[in-house]
Nanobody, 124 residues
Framework: QVHLVESGGGLVQAGGSLRLSCAAS????????MGWFRQAPGKEREFVAA????????YYADSVKGRFTISRDNAKNTVYLQMNSLKPEDTAVYYC?????????????????WGQGTQVTVSS
């Protein structure tokens, strides 16, 4: 079992930065591949970024590549999403998720545990 709690969301102007954190509890965190997803009002949840259990491999959606960075600190049971050069279209509720099975995926249904989400609002 993995329990996830996101933090770090807020209101920021376009071009600004935010750092999201996802604190995890559970014995298996260091063996879980982790992902960040987001959901804007009226839209489906979409993949943002994923990181392997070791942190050595990462994968990004094209829409955030070069602006966002996913990382993890297994000693602190925490996953991060550094978001730079934010745009109004990045406005959404951001969720972190943990996957039990090996491999990084972009499909939300392949993740097993979810946090409650944190709101990110980017003003123009």
């Amino acid at each position: 079992q993995v329990h996830l709690v996101e933090s770090g969301g807020g209101l920021v102007q376009a071009g600004g930065s935010l750092r999201l954190s996802c604190a995890a509890s559970g014995r298996t965190f260091s063996r879980n591949n982790m992902g960040w997803f987001r959901q804007a009002p009226g839209k489906e949840r979409e993949f943002v970024a994923a990181v392997s259990w070791s942190g050595g491999n990462t994968y990004y959606a094209d829409s955030v590549k070069g602006r966002f960075t996913i990382s993890r600190d297994n000693a602190k049971n925490t996953v991060y999403l550094q978001m730079n050069s934010l745009k109004p279209e990045d406005t959404a509720v951001y969720y972190c998720a943990a996957r039990i099975l090996p491999g990084m995926t972009v499909t939300s249904t392949t993740y097993d545990y979810w946090g409650q989400g944190t709101q990110v609002t980017v003003s123009s």
